[in-house]
């Protein structure tokens, strides 16, 4: 017989809407939110990228503040006499160690005095400082038209020695001199030196704790100076240092590249989506799995009463039907009469056994099932069981075959459950056992543990089943085992009479070969009393 397709569609409609209000949903969503950190991603890099930009200006502008105020010193010293001036320009290199000297031009570059700081080293000549500065006719001039307007303009000359990287740099502006004449004043410095006494200070104070400042040879890898330990083989931003040609800034983020940063954030977000993701599909397995679980148990439930119904239905029916017959007299022979009234006393032991299962089923759920556990052979509890069936058995055409511990196995039972246990598993064999109706009981010790054990030769339960068929009302949903009726109560009432003694119920089965049940129950010593 084909499975039943009627338990499976509750199941598909609850997956179903599952799938509706909360699967494709959140595809929808993780897709949108994957996409937006696409996109976001981006946004990250430019916002980093203008973040970095702003640095770099900083550090380039303060350059220029640095030189344009150096600029209004040398200004303010040139405004008295040759004496004077001589003292003040002296002063003004004191001052200012970045620089190397001074000089000044008059407007035609002809006239030139040069100041120089005390113990100073090589520095440009009079006519290399002219060569450097005659191709640049018009940018002077338009430093002469700023100043007539009062605004102090620096254009800066390149030395000729710039490529190694530490040349000399000319910052020239128009100067008014004492008599109100305009003049060119130069202000001479090495490269590496203004980095070095300028910079370094103000890159550690920009960088702070979140970036890497470095200023580098123009195309190099080595530091000249930084602010701190830049990330192995990190690809910096670069800008040109406005100043210095031979020498460029870079930055990055402290301890990594902005694009490890960008991908970094995207890996977290990612995963948070993930995560959420996987719990809100862990909440959808858990809802299905429980509303499922519930849409079985009131299933079996149903189930259930409509199986102990007829379970109720039969025996009452022969019992009456046999009764009333009796009660008219319409039997003459005593031999029917007997019969009539086996038949009464056996549906009246089957009727009784049903009715203690779902007592005992009753007090097992409301936790009221109470155990008296005394020393107890279980020899002797399954002969008085057999003792009683047999002639069932019998009844129902049934061969019985027995085969006793040759040693007593007493162990801390309750004799009424371990009786019950027993008569449920007689029950089962008998129920499923159709043509090939052979029972063998055996009790037995085996590794220290005592076994009371129940072979049958009937239709026999598939393993898929073995460890479902102890639970309350389950029943196997297929084959024969399905078309007997049952109320699904007797093997979950065994294992939980083998729980509370703390040993087990073991199966061994396969559909069509018969099954084996078989109480196991632990060997403990048991303690005797002396009057």
Same mark, same amino acid.
Request: aromatic share 8%; charged share 25%; proline share 4%.
């Given at each position: 017989?084909?499975?039943?397709?009627?338990?499976?569609?509750?199941?598909?409609?609850?997956?179903?809407?599952?799938?509706?209000?909360?699967?494709?949903?959140?595809?929808?969503?993780?897709?949108?939110?994957?996409?937006?950190?696409?996109?976001?991603?981006?946004?990250?890099?430019?916002?980093?990228?203008?973040?970095?930009?702003?640095?770099?200006?900083?550090?380039?502008?303060?350059?220029?503040?640095?030189?344009?105020?150096?600029?209004?010193?040398?200004?303010?010293?040139?405004t008295g006499g040759p004496p004077e001036r001589q003292d003040a320009v002296n002063a003004f290199l004191a001052r200012t160690p970045a620089l190397e000297s001074v000089a000044l031009f008059d407007t035609t570059l002809q006239r030139c005095t040069m100041y120089r700081r005390e113990r100073m080293g090589t520095s440009l000549s009079e006519a290399e400082l002219r060569r450097m500065l005659a191709p640049g006719e018009e940018r002077l001039g338009a430093l002469l038209r700023f100043q007539?307007?009062?605004?102090?303009?620096? $254009?800066?000359? %390149?030395?000729?020695?710039?490529? @190694? =990287?530490?040349?000399?740099? &000319?910052?020239?502006?128009? +100067?008014?001199?004492?008599?109100?004449?305009?003049?060119?004043?130069?202000?001479?410095?090495?490269?590496?030196?203004?980095?070095?006494?300028?910079?370094?200070?103000?890159?550690?104070?920009?960088?702070?704790? $979140?970036?890497? %400042?470095?200023?580098?040879?123009? @195309? =190099?890898?080595?530091?000249? &100076?930084?602010?701190?330990? +830049?990330?192995?083989?990190?690809?910096?931003?670069?800008?040109?240092?406005?100043?210095?040609?031979?020498?460029?800034?870079?930055?990055?983020?402290?301890?990594?590249?902005?694009?490890?940063?960008?991908?970094?954030?995207?890996?977290?977000?990612?995963?948070?989506?993930?995560?959420?993701?996987?719990?809100?599909?862990?909440?959808?397995?858990?809802?299905?799995?429980?509303?499922?679980?519930?849409?079985?148990?009131?299933?079996?439930?149903?189930?259930?009463?409509?199986?102990?119904?007829?379970?109720?239905?039969?025996?009452?029916?022969?019992?009456?039907?046999?009764?009333?017959?009796?009660?008219?007299?319409?039997?003459?022979?005593?031999?029917?009469?007997?019969?009539?009234?086996?038949?009464?006393?056996?549906?009246?032991?089957?009727?009784?056994?049903?009715?203690?299962?779902?007592?005992?089923?009753?007090?097992?759920?409301?936790?009221?099932?109470?155990?008296?556990?005394?020393?107890?052979?279980?020899?002797?509890?399954?002969?008085?069981?057999?003792?009683?069936?047999?002639?069932?058995?019998?009844?129902?055409?049934?061969?019985?075959?027995?085969?006793?511990?040759?040693?007593?196995?007493?162990?801390?039972?309750?004799?009424?459950?371990?009786?019950?246990?027993?008569?449920?598993?007689?029950?089962?064999?008998?129920?499923?056992?159709?043509?090939?109706?052979?029972?063998?009981?055996?009790?037995?010790r085996v590794a220290g543990e005592l076994g009371v054990e129940v072979q049958d030769q009937g239709i026999g339960i598939a393993r898929e089943h073995h460890q479902r068929i102890f639970e309350t009302f389950y029943r196997v949903p297929s084959g024969l085992v399905h078309d007997t009726k049952g109320s699904g109560l007797g093997l979950s009432l065994v294992k939980h009479i083998m729980d509370a003694h703390g040993g087990r119920v073991d199966v061994e089965s396969a559909a069509g070969n018969?099954?084996?049940?078989?109480?196991?129950?632990?060997?403990?010593?048991?303690?005797?009393?002396?009057?």
């Amino acid at each position: 017989m084909n499975p039943p397709t009627g338990p499976a569609n509750p199941s598909r409609k609850l997956a179903l809407i599952l799938l509706l209000l909360i699967l494709l949903p959140l595809l929808f969503y993780s897709g949108y939110e994957i996409n937006s950190l696409s996109a976001g991603e981006e946004v990250m890099r430019e916002m980093y990228r203008r973040q970095l930009d702003v640095i770099l200006f900083s550090l380039n502008q303060h350059a220029w503040d640095v030189s344009s105020h150096w600029a209004a010193q040398l200004d303010l010293a040139l405004t008295g006499g040759p004496p004077e001036r001589q003292d003040a320009v002296n002063a003004f290199l004191a001052r200012t160690p970045a620089l190397e000297s001074v000089a000044l031009f008059d407007t035609t570059l002809q006239r030139c005095t040069m100041y120089r700081r005390e113990r100073m080293g090589t520095s440009l000549s009079e006519a290399e400082l002219r060569r450097m500065l005659a191709p640049g006719e018009e940018r002077l001039g338009a430093l002469l038209r700023f100043q007539r307007i009062d605004y102090r303009k620096l $254009e800066p000359f %390149i030395g000729a020695d710039t490529a @190694g =990287g530490d040349g000399t740099i &000319v910052l020239v502006f128009a +100067a008014s001199g004492r008599e109100g004449d305009l003049e060119f004043a130069a202000m001479l410095f090495r490269e590496q030196g203004f980095i070095k006494r300028v910079y370094a200070p103000k890159l550690s104070e920009v960088g702070s704790s $979140e970036f890497v %400042i470095t200023i580098f040879k123009k @195309g =190099g890898r080595e530091p000249v &100076v930084s602010s701190g330990d +830049a990330p192995e083989g990190s690809a910096f931003q670069r800008r040109d240092l406005w100043l210095f040609p031979g020498h460029e800034i870079g930055i990055t983020l402290r301890g990594s590249t902005v694009d490890e940063a960008v991908r970094a954030r995207f890996r977290r977000s990612l995963f948070l989506i993930v995560l959420l993701d996987l719990l809100l599909l862990a909440g959808a397995v858990i809802v299905y799995r429980n509303v499922r679980a519930q849409t079985e148990l009131a299933r079996a439930k149903s189930s259930f009463v409509s199986n102990v119904s007829h379970e109720l239905r039969t025996p009452l029916a022969l019992i009456r039907m046999f009764a009333e017959t009796l009660s008219m007299g319409r039997l003459k022979g005593e031999e029917k009469k007997q019969e009539y009234y086996d038949t009464i006393v056996r549906e009246s032991e089957r009727l009784t056994h049903l009715v203690n299962n779902i007592l005992s089923f009753s007090r097992m759920e409301a936790g009221r099932k109470e155990y008296r556990k005394l020393p107890a052979d279980l020899n002797d509890i399954v002969r008085g069981v057999l003792e009683t069936y047999t002639h069932h058995l019998q009844r129902q055409g049934f061969s019985l075959s027995t085969a006793y511990c040759s040693e007593p196995l007493v162990s801390p039972v309750d004799r009424e459950a371990v009786a019950e246990a027993l008569i449920n598993l007689l029950d089962n064999a008998m129920k499923y056992s159709k043509d090939r109706k052979v029972i063998t009981v055996r009790t037995q010790r085996v590794a220290g543990e005592l076994g009371v054990e129940v072979q049958d030769q009937g239709i026999g339960i598939a393993r898929e089943h073995h460890q479902r068929i102890f639970e309350t009302f389950y029943r196997v949903p297929s084959g024969l085992v399905h078309d007997t009726k049952g109320s699904g109560l007797g093997l979950s009432l065994v294992k939980h009479i083998m729980d509370a003694h703390g040993g087990r119920v073991d199966v061994e089965s396969a559909a069509g070969n018969g099954s084996t049940f078989r109480l196991v129950f632990p060997d403990r010593p048991v303690e005797t009393s002396h009057g």
